[in-house]
């Protein structure tokens, strides 16, 4: 019997672990076959055979999503690896935790080129593959609950991600016409290390396979109405983060 991702051809960065690896974990189980993408070749490598060793076709490619070249050698090296693709999931980023007044340039401008630049320049490529494709496709955008409510002691996070929630729902407009959704999901705190379990109740922190879930959910055709939304997935956070 098919899985709810048979066959479908999905990117995702930041996938050599944490909740990258989570994710694509999740994907691999409901059938996807998988681009990996990171800057560490080595923990690609085991994320990648971990990947096959649960039944499914998987590639990977080391680099720096910062690096201009970066997003067009993503998207060649996975239609030649898996004969297009279906899906995106802009997992990686940073997050930079600094009073307001101790932050420097660089913490900032680093934050904004890989939280938000980053997942637009590999979606900007994505989305003319899949248009030329002609079969639709999903773009899903890993936020936070900081794009949503700010928090002072991670100021270009709030930013970044906020923006990213913004840049999802004007993409999703922009690309609608092509079948292709766009989306974001906004975890609260994320419990370390939580990749093969999921929260028994709201009142819990979300672990990382609750968040793999939506991220599995919203790659498949169950979610074909489904664009421009920015999803929360909070458990037990909610306005504010608490340890």
Known sequence: M????????????????????AIAGALAVDGAK????????????AASQRMRDLGTEAS????DLNDPDSPQKIVDATVKELGGIDGLVNNAGIFVWKKFTDLSREDYENTIATNLNAPFHLSHAVAKAMIEQGSGGSIINISSIHGKTPDPSVVPHCASKAGLIAL?????????????RVNAVCPGAIQPDSGDRRSSNPNEKVT?????????????????????????????TRTVIKA
């Open 2 to 21: 098919d899985k709810l991702l048979s066959q479908k051809r999905i990117i995702v960065t930041g996938s050599g672990k944490g909740l990258g690896l």
């Open 60 to 63: 990977h490619i080391a680099c």
């Open 168 to 180: 999802s729902q004007a993409m999703a407009e922009a690309v609608r016409e092509h079948s292709i």
């Open 208 to 236: 990382q396979s609750d968040v793999a879930t939506v991220v599995a959910f919203l790659s498949s055709d169950l979610s074909s109405a489904i664009t421009g939304a920015a999803m929360d997935v909070n458990g037990s």
């Open 34 to 45: 998988l681009m990996l993408v990171g800057r560490n070749a080595e923990a690609l490598e």
